[in-house]
């Protein structure tokens, strides 16, 4: 199944749009699992296992991981296979920018290694940086068009005539030949988010930046979405995981996301 048919499937099954993002720190997983052989697993696994009926997609973040040198990696892809297990859709947001053999060689690594059903790209360096990702068909290639970092504003807010992130929207949306491009665009900015939207047509757009960034929730319910109410994944990482260091943080992630869920639909666009 592409990653397309997959999200819209579960965004459908669980009525959810909210995506919980595994950033995972050792350092605020809960003591009892720093004695197991693999605390990052287990405690992602736990993770997946409370939230798995409440969620569009998840999101592993590649620094997070890279981090903990090569057990990391290996349970960031032990991670990605406990997902598609779940048959969930899993979003590796890496963020990978090169060109020519380079940007395939990163490609291969994230969709034959990782098996990750879609990733981050950056789009400075072009559409030839991009196009090794997007050959995939059957995957999704989120590039960056307005992120919600305070630091957008060296680039991408400015540019002639139309800022830079308007220009980005509309290049990907012209270059979207195998229908599996999207965007990522912060919660931080609203308004923005809804002229993109505009201009995304059906793409699906990455929303990080609710939660612990400040981001409007109810914003990004309304403006993120196509008609259909669909194709919107919103991002909350730390305030769903992390929402508890003691015994009880299953149940805690479980129920922030659940309240989470439940104040993106009460503002989901309804078509």
Not at 197 to 202: H, S
Not at 223 to 232: L, T, V, W
Not at 247 to 265: H, M, P, S, V, W
Request: glycine share 8%.
């Amino acid at each position: 199944m592409s990653f397309i048919k997959s999200l819209d499937s579960t965004t459908n099954k669980n009525n959810s749009l909210l995506c919980v993002g595994l950033d995972i720190d050792l350092s605020r997983i809960p003591n009892a699992f720093l004695n197991k052989e693999d605390p990052i697993f287990d405690f992602n696994r736990e993770i997946i296992l409370a939230t798995k009926d409440l969620v569009c997609a998840y999101k592993v973040n590649s620094a997070f991981y890279e981090m903990y040198g090569m057990y990391g990696l290996e349970a960031l892809k032990q991670t990605i296979e406990y997902i598609k297990d779940q048959e969930i859709p899993v979003i590796l947001d890496a963020k990978r920018g090169d060109i020519g053999n380079t940007a395939l060689a990163y490609a291969k690594a994230v969709f034959e290694v990782y098996k990750a059903d879609a990733t981050t790209v950056n789009p400075y360096m072009g559409y030839d940086s991009i196009e090794p990702f997007a050959e995939w068909s059957n995957k999704g290639t989120f590039v960056l068009c307005l992120t919600s970092n305070p630091g957008r504003g060296d680039f991408q807010t400015i540019g002639e005539g139309e800022p830079l992130y308007i220009k980005v929207a509309k290049k990907v949306n012209e270059l979207n030949k195998n229908g599996n491009l999207g965007l990522v665009v912060g919660a931080t900015n609203p308004a923005e988010l809804k002229l993109i939207r505009e201009i995304a047509l059906d793409m699906p757009i990455l929303i990080p930046g609710i939660g612990a960034q400040g981001g409007s929730i109810e914003a990004a319910a309304k403006f993120g979405p196509n008609k259909e109410g669909m194709r919107a994944i919103i991002n909350s990482s730390r305030s769903i995981i992390y929402a508890s260091k003691g015994e009880d943080f299953k149940g805690a992630a479980k129920a922030e996301a659940r309240k989470l869920k439940d104040e993106i639909n009460k503002s989901r666009r309804a078509g």
